[in-house]
């Protein structure tokens, strides 16, 4: 097979055989922890503008199939194995992860020492990094000047507002990078979905008439995003509101918190978190390497009410004197437990409860 080389910002090599697409690529470097879940992982629109390390030895050993994307194409930049299955074996797969890479321009490595890789990013944090098929004298300084897109939401969202017409409760769901899991898990609830580009007004959404406002997760910085920050201020005191990952992060950017890159960020689906009113545990699924700034809270009106059990990130809000709340992790489940999948359930019974609240307050 073909030779292919990793290079980090730092200097470090890594050496491999490609597979996939024959391109070069420059993007962040980070690693995802999961089992399974390799195509939900890399079509996940908040993956946009990134390579990822599976530290999992083997990937692609079930191929890939219809069902589990969550965008039609790759939104990894790359993607870096220790070792590609040659042969899947599943009853719905359609095609190997090797062929679908080549298919849709994605690259791969494989062959890489991915627990010392690893290793080297929980150590160092994420950083940038090039895929590539020869080292050149220039490839280094490259990586160091690469700077990331500031413009991923923009690329990700939706173009045109669509809707998933049923009898249900109304939803405005704002894509920032939405994955279809989102769509699933409502259209499962019966729910009514109306999805808006990531730029839209809110007199746009109000016109429209919808029940409650749903902020999808997506890629990227969330301070990229700032435009959205005034149509959220203005739709979450009208409207019941739950924001998922980005969307918690805008979410909490418009009331007045503070966001920061984390060191190496949440990606994987067995993430511990405690729901603090509750006095619950849910393993999550999560993808985030920004998180939300306990120390900014104490000048806002939210109040935390989710945290990562292993480092105490933020993990979910409430908004006080508001029906708005917001989670970090991904209640969608796809791919990953399903522990926390009751949020979408109060969410809906938060948007009844306004509504009964409505008459008094008229």
């Known amino acids: 097979m073909k030779k292919r080389y990793l290079i980090l ?8 055989e490609a597979f996939g697409a ?3 690529v420059i993007a ?5 922890t999961g089992m ?3 195509q939900e992982s890399i079509t996940d629109l908040s993956y946009r503008g990134e390579i990822i390390v599976f530290t999992y030895p083997l990937i692609g050993n079930y191929g890939i199939n219809r069902d589990d994307f969550e965008s039609l194409r790759p939104a990894a930049s790359a993607i870096v ?6 042969r899947p074996s599943n009853w719905r797969q359609t095609m190997s992860l090797e062929s679908w890479a080549e298919r849709t321009n994605m690259p791969g490595i494989t062959g890489v020492d991915t627990r010392a890789l690893t290793r080297e990013l929980r150590d160092q944090g994420v950083m940038k990094a090039a895929l590539v098929n020869e080292i050149t004298e220039d490839v280094f300084d490259k990586v160091k000047n690469f700077a990331p897109s500031s413009s991923m939401v923009a690329e990700a969202t939706t173009k045109t507002q669509y809707q998933n017409p049923t009898d249900g409760v109304s939803i405005a769901l704002i894509d920032f990078g939405l994955k279809n899991s989102i769509l699933r898990s409502l259209a499962k609830r019966g729910v009514n979905v109306m999805v ?5 007004d809110a007199q746009t959404i109000l016109s ?3 029940d409650g406002i749903l902020l999808s997760n997506g890629p990227g910085n969330p301070q990229d995003v700032a435009y959205a920050i005034p149509t959220i201020q203005t739709l979450q005191e009208q409207l019941p509101l739950m924001g998922i990952c980005l969307g918690h992060q805008l979410f909490a950017l418009a009331n007045g918190a503070e966001t920061y890159k984390m060191k190496f960020g949440h990606r994987g689906f067995n993430h511990a978190v405690r729901h603090l009113s509750h006095d619950r545990l849910d393993f999550t699924s999560q993808n985030h390497g920004y998180a939300v700034s306990r120390d900014s809270l104490a000048k806002t009106e939210l109040v935390v009410t989710h945290e990562e059990i292993n480092d105490y990130t933020v993990e979910g809000l409430r908004l006080q004197g508001h029906h708005a709340f917001s989670v970090q992790f991904h209640p969608d489940a796809a791919p990953g437990p399903h522990d926390a999948e009751y949020l979408f359930d109060d969410f809906l019974n938060m948007i009844a409860d306004a509504k009964k609240e409505t008459p008094q307050n008229a």
Do not use: C, M, Q, T
């Open 9 to 16: 910002e730092n200097g470090s090599v890594y050496e491999g």
């Open 22 to 24: 024959d391109v070069d």
């Open 28 to 32: 962040e470097l980070v690693f995802n």
């Open 36 to 38: 399974s879940g390799y």
């Open 81 to 86: 194995v220790h070792e590609i299955a040659r």
């Open 196 to 200: 808006f580009p990531a730029n839209v």
């Open 208 to 210: 429209a008439n919808p």
